[in-house]
């Protein structure tokens, strides 16, 4: 190697060495959520840390996120990308648009929320998840297409729970896979 191809690289890897240790609260929730690494977001979130969904009383406090939450994620595959930021000020507010393998195989459109970040001394304190435009829309969808694949899966697998299905490696993917397949 010649030494303009050595100072290159030597560039490039000091430019990556800072971008990851120059990552948002938000660029680390996202990646870590992406990448379904709930070990790394112990130190990223509050002890009262909680999502709110702003179109349902449910939400989701930090025990919830751990055992159900990130589980889910996992389990669909489901990935979340932010489209725009619409305030970078605290709260900090982004348009984010979900995909998962889930709304692939059902054919459902990737729904945009509208997600809030609100921290405490430098770690996320709350994540509230408000509607779009487009919201209602995808409800629907996603109400219809998931009730005809759960009573698909009522009447070829009675005896799967849906505990089964979550806690199994694979199987919830394997089943909507078979489903979709069968039709």
Known sequence: MNLSTIILLFYVLCLTACKQNHQTLVDK?????????????????????????????????????????????????????????????EPKKFLVEDNSDYLQYLKVNRPKWIVTFVTANNKIQQVIIDTTETSRQYF????????????????????????????????????????????
């Open 29 to 89: 929730y996202y990646n870590y959520l992406n990448n379904y690494q709930s070990d790394n977001f112990q130190n990223l979130l509050t002890d009262d840390f909680k999502i709110t969904l702003t179109y349902t009383d449910y939400f989701y406090n930090r025990t919830d996120f751990f055992d159900r939450y990130i589980r889910n994620y996992k389990v669909y595959k489901e990935k979340s990308t932010i489209v725009k930021t619409i305030s970078d000020n």
């Open 140 to 183: 629907n969808e996603i109400k219809e297409k998931s009730d005809r694949f759960t009573n698909w899966l009522k009447e070829k697998y009675p005896d799967e729970t849906s505990t089964v299905l979550h806690e199994t490696e694979g199987l919830f993917l394997k089943r909507l896979k078979e489903y979709v397949e069968a039709r």
